[in-house]
C-alpha cells in the first residue's frame, strides 16, 4: 500500500503552484468582463480549485506513466517511484483515474463552455509526454498544457466563448514561460537524450541554442504581459509588473547552470504568484 509521501511525491504536489496562480489570475479577468450575473464566488473557487487539482493530479500520472520506461533509464530519473519499484502501474493508474473523475466532477458542477470543452485538457495531457519521441518542439506542449489553465480559470467565471484577449494573453504568457522553463531544465538530460534517440532542443541544437530559445521564449511571455497591463488602464499595474519580470530575468540567469536546483522550481512559483499580484492590480478599481 503506498504511503501518502509516495503518493505526493509521485504527482508532484508542490508543483501546483505554478498552475493555480494562473487559474485565478484567468478568474480574476473573467469576473472583471462578466456582463450577465456574476456567479456565486465560493462555490465558483471551490469548483475551480477542484478542477486545477485533478487536471494537474492527472497530468503528472499520465507523464509519469507514459514516461516510465525512459524515466528507469535514465540516472537522474530512475529513483522515481514507478521506475523503482515504490508504486505500482495499477496504483499509478488509479491516481490517474482519481484526478480525472475529480477534473470531470469540477467540469460537470461549472457547466457550460467548461463542460461542453472539457475534453481538450486531457488530450494534451496525453499528447505532450508523447511529442518528445518525435519533435523537439515538445516543450511547447509542457507549456500549453499550463497555458490552458487561465483559459480555463477565465470560462469558468465569464461562462463565455471565445475567450477574451486578456485570457488569451495570460494563456500565451504561461505557454512562453512553462516553455522556455521546460528548455532551460532539459540541458541537463541532454546527453541522455541523444543516446535515447529522444527529441529535445538542447539534444537537437545544443546547449548554447538552447538557452537563447529560452531566452527569446521569456520575451515572448514578457510581451503577453505587457499587452495585458496596456489593457489594464492602471498606473499601478507597471510597477506591479516589475517583480515578475525580475523574476523572469532570475530564472534565466538560474538556468545557466547546466543543474538547476530547487532555487530554479522557488523562482517559478514565486513568478506565478507575481503575475497572480499584477493581474489583481492591473484590474483594481
Keep these: 500500500m503506498p504511503t501518502i509521501k ?4 509521485f504527482v508532484k504536489i508542490e508543483h501546483t503552484l505554478f498552475s493555480l496562480p494562473m487559474l485565478f489570475a484567468g478568474l480574476l479577468a473573467g469576473l472583471s468582463q462578466k456582463t450577465g450575473q456574476a456567479p456565486a464566488l465560493f462555490p465558483l473557487i471551490a ?5 486545477g487539482a485533478g487536471a494537474r493530479t492527472l497530468a503528472l ?3 509519469r506513466i507514459l514516461d516510465r520506461a525512459i524515466d528507469g533509464r535514465n540516472p537522474r530519473t530512475r529513483a522515481r517511484e514507478l521506475p523503482s519499484g515504490r508504486l505500482s502501474l495499477a496504483a499509478a493508474w488509479a491516481v490517474a483515474a482519481a484526478g480525472g473523475l475529480l477534473y470531470l466532477a469540477a467540469a460537470l458542477g461549472l457547466g ?5 470543452l472539457a475534453a481538450i485538457p486531457p488530450l494534451v495531457f496525453i499528447l505532450y509526454p508523447l511529442m518528445k519521441r518525435f519533435t523537439p518542439a515538445a516543450h511547447l506542449g509542457v507549456g500549453l498544457g499550463l497555458g490552458l489553465a487561465p483559459l480555463g480559470g477565465w470560462m469558468a467565471a465569464a461562462q463565455a466563448w471565445p475567450p477574451s484577449l486578456a485570457a488569451c494573453l495570460l494563456g500565451g504568457f504561461t505557454l512562453c514561460w512553462v516553455s522556455g522553463f521546460d528548455v532551460l531544465y532539459a540541458i541537463q538530460d541532454m546527453d541522455f537524450d541523444r543516446r535515447e534517440g529522444l527529441h529535445s532542443i538542447p539534444a537537437r541544437f545544443g546547449a548554447r541554442a538552447a538557452r537563447l530559445s529560452a531566452l527569446f521564449l521569456h520575451l515572448g511571455a ?6 495585458l497591463g496596456l489593457g489594464f488602464g492602471n498606473a ?3 510597477l506591479a509588473l516589475a517583480p515578475a519580470a525580475l523574476l523572469l530575468g532570475l530564472e534565466q540567469w538560474l538556468g545557466s547552470s547546466l543543474d538547476p536546483g530547487s532555487r530554479f522550481f522557488t523562482v517559478n512559483a514565486w513568478l506565478g504568484f507575481a503575475v497572480l499580484l499584477y493581474v489583481a492590480v492591473g484590474l483594481w478599481r
Aim: proline share 0%.
Design 61 to 63: 500520472a499520465l507523464n
Design 47 to 51: 469548483w475551480v480549485l477542484l478542477a
Design 6 to 9: 509516495i503518493l505526493g511525491n
Design 112 to 116: 457550460g463552455w467548461c463542460l461542453r
Design 222 to 227: 514578457l510581451a503577453c504581459l505587457i499587452g
Design 236 to 238: 499601478w499595474a507597471w
